[in-house]
Every structure is written in C-alpha cells, then in structure tokens.
C-alpha cells in the first residue's frame, strides 16, 4: 500500500511539473513580440493566417491557445510545420530526429561509464598517490569545461587539420556501420568528457567509504586479491550513486545534445529544436521543448521512486 500511494504522489507530481512547465514556455512565446502566425509564414495571405491561427488556437488567447495545444498533444496531434508551400507533420519530425538523439545519448553514457569506473575504482584505491593527484585534477579541468566549446576545438584538430573523421554529417546506423561510428566519435566524446569527470569523483568518493567498511578488511585477510576485492566486495555498494547519477543524466543529456548536435549537423531533436527557432515555427517548437521537458522529468521521477522503493536505507529514513 506504501508503494502504491508513492507512486501515485510521483506520477502527480510528475504531472504537475510538466504542465507548469509547459504552460511557462507557452506564455513565454506569446509575450514575446510580433504575431506568431506572422512569424511561421512571412509570405501568406491574411486568410490563410486566419485557418493558422484558428487550427492552432492562437486566436482564443493564452489559456485557450495552451488548453487546445495540450488536449491536442495527449490526443496525439503533436501540431505541424506551418510553411509557406504546405505543412509538415511534428510527429514524422521526431520519427525520424528521435533516433539519433537515442543513440547519441547510449553512445555517451557507454563511453562515460567504462572510462569513469576503471579510473574511479584506481584512484580510490591509489587514494593520495600521485596517479590519483593527476587524475583528480585532471577531471576537476575536465568537468568545468564546456562541451561545445570542446566539440569545436575537437573538429578543428581531428576533422578539419587532421581530416581522421568528417566535421559535419550522420550516417545512420542502418547504413554504412563504420561511417556511422566514425560520424558519432566527436560528438560523443564532447558529451562524454564531462560526464566522465563527474561520475570518476562520484565513484571514486564511494569507494573511498566503502574501503573503510569491516567486512572489506576482512575480505582482505583472507587472501583474496586486490582486484576480486575492488569488483566483487567495494564496487557493488558503490555504484548506487554513480548509477543513478547516470540514469538523472539521461533527461539532461536530451537537451544537452541541442547545441552538439547543431555543431555537428545530426538530424536529431536538438538539430530540429535549432531549426523551429530559426524558422520560427513557435507551435513546433513548443512541442519538441515540451518532450524533453516530460523526459527530464519522466527520468528524474522514475529513479527518484526506483531508489525509494529498492534502497533499504531509503527506506528506513522515510520511516
């Protein structure tokens, strides 16, 4: 009973911060100034506006405008691109840009997480020596770093100087396998940097404590080895920071990618948010932002409530 009224409070207020969430970036859009409609097509005639801003709801002001939008998108009518020749299909939009942000964000967690744990289960081990001196100060650097910033510098050496991959472009996946990997190589490793330097000093402070605890000196007594000891008896209690650290990751990274994706011209999410800016396809826009809004939340509601359900300390502090 516990658990269900938990995840009843959770998904209420998983709801709750999605809809004020939502509804501040739609009052945001429509006190920026200009008419929207005028905005989306520049070049039609005051009829077919008038269809736009009746479709749309734009013209039954902000609690109306915000009311249809959201009764539209739980109905599953995402909206369209309203251009000039016709209108495109939000929904086949993020058909086809979802991919790619998918496997821009597995691609940066997989390559985050066998970088960081080898280094943070070392370091710990090694704690004050000189390899742990160099590496700590090396992800502090790392981790205050910003990743465009390093997505830029990493093109102009490795795309453009040494010309070892292509600066722009996607392959998919089901295509040209190599091309595809060789294509993602940039862009993963300037979302992966810094992941990789926080989840090393999240591990690395676990493990820490975890060496401290008696049933690790006494697993050490025995005989055991090192490594046996670090994987099977250390590693274990101390990934249960890293991990969820890991898994709130995955709604930031869905609007981290925006920028790098732009960067690197990958058609995903990011790519197409950029586009409805700068077409101005507000009612587009609206949408995508709404998505990763819901998935930010969604993802930090669903590990909030896995860890209170499953972690008996948890638990116990609830009590």
Not at 14 to 19: E, F, G, L, N, S
Not at 20 to 34: E, H, Q, V, Y
Not at 77 to 98: A, C, H, I, W
Not at 146 to 169: H, N, Q, S, T, Y
């Amino acid at each position: 009973m516990e658990i269900i009224r938990m995840i009843v409070k959770r998904l209420v207020l998983m709801c709750t911060v999605v809809v004020i969430a939502t509804f501040l970036l739609s009052l945001l859009m429509w006190i920026l100034p200009g008419d929207p409609v005028q905005m989306m097509v520049p070049n039609a005639i005051d009829t077919q506006r008038d269809v736009i801003r009746e479709a749309t709801g734009l013209d039954r002001g902000i609690f109306g405008y915000y009311w249809k939008w959201l009764h539209d998108v739980l109905s599953g009518n995402f909206g369209s691109y309203y251009l000039n020749g016709g209108t495109r299909p939000v929904s086949t939009v993020l058909k086809e840009s979802l991919p790619p942000t998918l496997q821009l964000i597995f691609y940066t967690q997989v390559v985050a997480l066998l970088v960081s744990i080898p280094l943070g289960l070392i370091t710990a081990y090694k704690e004050d020596s000189r390899l742990d001196r160099i590496v700590s100060s090396t992800m502090f650097t790392l981790v205050s770093f910003p990743g465009f910033a390093l997505a830029l510098i990493l093109a102009l050496i490795f795309a453009v100087k040494l010309g070892w991959v292509d600066p722009v472009g996607y392959e998919p996946i089901s295509g040209d396998l190599a091309k595809h990997f060789r294509q993602m190589i940039l862009p993963v490793l300037s979302l992966a940097v810094g992941l990789t330097s926080s989840y090393t000093r999240l591990l690395r402070n676990d493990v820490i404590a975890t060496l401290k605890e008696d049933y690790v000196t006494m697993a050490a007594s025995k005989g055991i080895s090192d490594r046996r000891v670090l994987w099977k008896h250390v590693f274990r209690p101390s990934s249960t920071t890293l991990l969820t650290s890991a898994a709130l990751n995955m709604g930031g990274l869905i609007g981290g990618t925006l920028i790098i994706e732009t960067i690197f011209t990958i058609p995903g999410i990011g790519f197409e948010i950029y586009y409805t800016i700068g077409a101005r396809q507000v009612v587009a826009m609206q949408t995508m932002i709404a998505l990763i809004a819901f998935a930010y939340v969604f993802f930090n509601s669903t590990i909030d409530l896995v860890t209170n359900i499953t972690d008996p300390r948890t638990r116990e502090r609830r009590a």
